[in-house]
């Protein structure tokens, strides 16, 4: 009996020290500074947008340039030639034929009249278009001159986005009924179809 009793004992002992060590360490746990981890901020974009360098959606754009052009035309410099004189009175543009988005709110435009195809710089801040440069009885660009045209108003980190409403696609005329999105770059001369 004697080794029963001292068994109780030992167990006892055994359980308070187990109870005390658990109680410690839950002691110690709850007095331990917590330390925060912190998420890391992204480093693409740490400004609040304003207005004026919002990011617009290109399908955002695409509708307000349609809806306004009548007015946003009106800050190209020079007005269109008709060959058919009775409509000169109206001077306004046709719609844009191709767009291509470069970053930074700035995109390129090309329109034209009866006669000639223009190119146009506008940025777009989400409420109004602002004209910043024209190309004149120009519809493509060459390799050179696309690019320091997009070193001039694009953003490297942006993914071109160009949109058309007809190409040239494996030496064949490809029309669309609205401006559509295409992987080609419709503002550079391709060579080899000359």
Known sequence: MY??????IVLIVLVVVLAGAAGYFA?????EPVVEQQTPTPTTNTQT??????????SEFIASLKTNWQTVQTSIPFRPAYHNQAEDTKKIWRTSTAL????????????E??????VAVFNFNGSK??????????????????ENLFNKY???????????????????????????????????????EQ
């Open 3 to 8: 080794q029963k009793g001292f068994a109780n």
């Open 27 to 31: 002691f110690i746990k709850k007095f």
């Open 49 to 58: 947008p304003t207005p004026a360098s919002k990011t617009v959606s290109e």
């Open 100 to 111: 291509q988005f470069i970053g930074k709110n700035n995109v390129l435009v090309r329109f």
């Open 113 to 118: 009249d009866d006669n000639n195809t223009h």
């Open 129 to 146: 278009f602002t004209f910043s440069e024209i190309f004149r009885n120009q519809s493509e660009f060459t390799l050179s001159d696309w």
């Open 154 to 192: 694009g953003d490297p980190s942006y993914i071109i986005g160009t949109y058309t409403t007809d190409l040239i696609r494996n030496k064949q005329i490809v029309n669309f009924t609205d401006l559509t999105k295409v992987s080609e770059n419709t503002f550079v001369k391709n060579y080899w």
